[in-house]
């Protein structure tokens, strides 16, 4: 019997090393991957988009805060992966009745790392989260070197239309934005707070908005838009998986945001 603590304190005792996986987590799915546990995958969310195989290979359960819960027992997992955020609390105990669930609670790179780590640990993948980890770390702190170079820039990030929507503080997103060199002009707000446009003219103008490619999926029209109601900040379009996803996603973030440094 082996006993862990999850992220957000919750004990889960696992008798074995862990078969059968769901995932309803998108970034963790792809994390899952990346340390060789794609065939223990036994379901996932229809958001669970990458590696670019796996939903076809996998069964499909929901999303991130609906799902299927007989569907989910009928493929009798040995372990359900969720996050705080991304998963809501009635569901976490719902799935508690069929298999022990770990959450996940991401707020740094660092509590990123630590996923890593732990994950490596249940799933008996020990080495191969070790070597994800420093390869990360060595990206991520070169990168710390690079962005403390660069001028600070005041910025608005949008995940939303119809109502917009911004990332605030305390979220994953805010904390890779202060990490960029970034001053999110909304950090003194909570969460994901909506924003009228009247709001967003009172608050201190922005040289830059972000528009995320995700959960809202802006496009060209958008950035039209948004650069005509505010002509004095510079709109651009930017790839939120690489700004939200905490998994091994972050490979690669640190390589685009010196691409996105270069743009501005």
Not at 181 to 201: A, C, H, M, T
Not at 220 to 235: C, G, I, N
Request: overall charge negative; proline content about 5%; hydrophobic content about 40%.
């Amino acid at each position: 019997m082996q006993v862990f603590k999850d992220q957000i304190g919750r004990t889960i005792s696992l008798e074995r090393t862990p078969d059968r996986i769901v995932s309803l987590v998108p970034s963790q799915t792809e994390l899952l991957c990346d340390l060789g546990l794609a065939n223990q995958i036994v379901g996932l969310t229809r958001f669970c988009v990458h590696p670019s195989y796996i939903k076809s290979k996998k069964t499909i359960v929901g999303g991130t805060k609906q799902i299927r819960i007989k569907k989910i027992a009928a493929l009798d997992p040995d372990i359900i992966c969720c996050n705080k955020e991304e998963n809501t609390r009635e569901m976490v105990l719902g799935l508690e009745q069929i298999a022990p669930v770990h959450v996940s609670d991401i707020y740094t790179v660092s509590d990123s790392l630590a996923l890593m780590k732990q994950y490596g640990e249940i799933f008996d993948r020990i080495e191969v989260a070790a070597g994800l980890v420093e390869e990360i770390e060595q990206e991520y702190n070169n990168f710390l070197s690079f962005a403390s170079s660069q001028p600070v820039l005041k910025v608005g990030y949008f995940i939303w239309k119809d109502p917009w929507m911004v990332a605030a503080g305390n979220t994953f997103i805010n904390h890779l934005l202060e990490v960029n060199n970034f001053q999110n002009v909304f950090s003194g707000l909570e969460r994901y707070p909506e924003i009228s446009i009247e709001d967003f003219k009172k608050a201190e103008t922005p040289d830059i908005i972000f528009l995320s490619s995700e959960p809202y999926p802006f496009k060209e029209e958008h950035l039209a838009e948004m650069e005509k109601t505010f002509p004095e900040s510079k709109v651009m379009l930017v790839d939120g998986e690489y700004f939200s996803w905490y998994g091994s996603r972050l490979k690669k973030a640190f390589g685009y945001f010196r691409d996105l440094r270069s743009e501005i």
